[in-house]
């Protein structure tokens, strides 16, 4: 298995530019995660879902910050407008429908907006 | 949620076994101990989970004390490679939000 992929790895934006960070998750995995992490905050869960369907979205920052699946083996997380706060390290994570077995993270998207 | 407490850093010798302490005083009894750890540049990564008894798997074992308020995540024979920052994360039965603290930085030495 590739594992839980996005993309793009690195992603450097002017401020007020439209970012969409991408994800597809391990196949049979029907949960999916978004975190963010910065020096300051630490990993922060943004939203997850299950089946699809968006379950929890409390840690979305802001009406700036939007995510959808639109089937089970695609995600995305977007921003619009960007400004520089937004500057991290975006995870998306999956896992398979028992869950105690733990997530499986993907490598990330750094993302930098100037 | 309930919270967990974790040393900031902690330092080991190659090849030795290390030892990495919670505590969670008010884990309620759903509660699974769960602990990831994130090698530099890379996404967290599971390790090992519990909820009373111990574990253990071909990465660690998971030590958890009687009354639960306390674990303890056994590496047992450090290397380079194991240098990261490990999580422990409380995660009630029935949900799938896990909150990460700050986490223990652990350094390995050559």
């Known amino acids: 298995d590739a594992g839980v992929i996005q993309s793009p790895r690195h992603e450097v934006t002017e401020m007020g530019q439209e970012v969409t960070l991408r994800c597809k998750p391990i196949?049979?995995?029907?949960?999916l995660f978004w975190y963010r992490q910065t020096m300051m905050r630490g990993l922060e869960l943004l939203i997850y879902?299950?089946?699809?369907?968006?379950?929890?979205d409390s840690g979305m920052p802001e009406d700036r910050f939007s995510a959808k699946m639109p089937n089970a083996s695609f995600s995305t997380l977007k921003i619009q407008p960007s400004e520089p706060r937004d500057s991290a390290v975006y995870f998306c994570?999956?896992?398979?429908?028992?869950?105690?077995?733990?997530?499986?993270f993907g490598s990330g998207t750094r993302l930098t907006v100037v | 949620d309930a919270k967990t407490t974790q040393p900031n850093s902690m330092e080991s010798n190659e090849e030795e076994p290390v030892h990495l302490p919670c505590n969670h005083s008010?884990?309620?009894?759903?509660?699974?101990i769960h602990w990831y750890r994130q090698l530099p540049s890379q996404g967290p990564e599971y390790v090992i989970h519990?909820?009373?008894s111990n574990v253990n798997n071909r990465m660690a074992s998971l030590a958890i004390a009687e009354d639960r308020k306390s674990s303890t995540l056994i590496l047992h024979r450090a290397t380079l490679r194991d240098a990261a920052v490990y999580y422990c994360?409380?995660?009630?039965?029935?949900?799938?939000?896990?909150?990460f603290g700050t986490g223990t930085r652990l350094k390995v030495l050559a």
């Open positions: 994570a999956s896992s398979p429908p028992a869950g105690l077995g733990g997530y499986t």
């Open positions: 196949s049979g995995h029907d949960y």
């Open positions: 008010t884990i309620s009894g759903t509660d699974y």
């Open positions: 879902f299950n089946n699809n369907v968006p379950i929890d």
């Open positions: 519990g909820l009373t």
């Open positions: 994360i409380l995660r009630p039965s029935g949900t799938y939000k896990y909150i």
